[in-house]
């Protein structure tokens, strides 16, 4: 695709985001929910360290944010599979807002440390968070849609990573609200702990790549193993007459599988 074709595709999407989020009734009823993921890699030697890091210093942060009105909260999500070399991640840190704002994590850290009563300066904890992460990339991410509650602490979280076709963000959305809304809805009704997010990637746009993202959180183990046949059961309840392949061929003409990635929710200030 010509260099201009790809700008005009990522203008494009940024258009249908806003527009989305304008008309659509979930959005009217509800601000704006975005969040900075970043991808981190941390050492093995390094990975309790850093997870003491995030719970001593990072929770007291983020919890006085939301206090104060500067963010929604904070998610730390540890690698399960894959893991190792083969991990893009061995972390993601999700920094939850409303609309996002200009202000980078680490803007206001002085302030933010003292809020919290914790006797280190920003330059020191930035020190230490740079020796023990490396920083593999940072996304954008816009919540369109969530069914169930918030993400608990200790719950194995599915991502989904959707390529979407040229100019089809706004089916892509269309498509998962028709069809897995509703399945989640009822998965979640039927007593199953389980909660469903659907997300947009704001930036960086890739035009070969990812742009989308469904993410199923299992509460617990026990319901990321129970087996196909307790969705299939929901779905014919759902969607009654309605095969499960022609719903599948009618979503993979919209968007196609990138890759799936599971993390587990270690750190968190919603509980």
Not at 23 to 43: D, F, I, M, N, T
Request: charged share 25%; proline share 5%; net charge neutral.
């Amino acid at each position: 695709m010509p260099r201009g074709g790809i700008r005009q595709s990522a203008v494009g999407v940024f258009a249908v985001l806003v527009v989305v989020a304008a008309g659509s009734s979930h959005a009217q009823s509800q601000e704006p929910s975005s969040a900075r993921a970043y991808c981190l890699k941390v050492a093995g030697e390094k990975a309790a360290e850093f997870e003491s890091m995030v719970r001593d210093v990072g929770i007291p942060v983020e919890q006085g944010r939301v206090t104060a009105g500067k963010a929604k909260g904070f998610d730390l999500l540890r690698a399960v599979v894959p893991l190792g070399s083969a991990a893009r991640c061995d972390y993601i840190a999700v920094f939850h807002y409303g609309l996002l704002p200009e202000a980078l994590p680490a803007e206001g850290l002085e302030e933010d440390l003292r809020r919290a009563g914790l006797a280190m300066t920003a330059q020191q904890v930035m020190q230490k968070w740079n020796a023990l992460t490396e920083l593999v990339s940072l996304e954008w991410w816009w919540f369109a849609e969530r069914v169930g509650p918030a993400w608990p602490k200790g719950a194995y979280v599915r991502i989904n990573f959707w390529k979407i076709r040229p100019n089809g963000f706004e089916d892509y959305l269309a498509v998962e609200r028709h069809y897995w809304k509703p399945l989640a809805e009822a998965l979640l009704k039927s007593g199953r702990k389980e909660s469903w997010d659907l997300v947009g990637i704001w930036a960086p746009f890739r035009a070969d790549g990812y742009q989308g993202l469904t993410i199923n959180i299992y509460h617990d183990w026990k319901t990321m193993m129970e087996p196909w046949s307790v969705v299939e059961e929901a779905w014919k309840k759902v969607f009654p007459g309605l095969p499960f392949s022609l719903a599948e061929a009618h979503k993979q003409s919209v968007r196609t599988d990138s890759h799936a990635e599971i993390f587990r929710l270690v750190v968190t200030t919603t509980n």
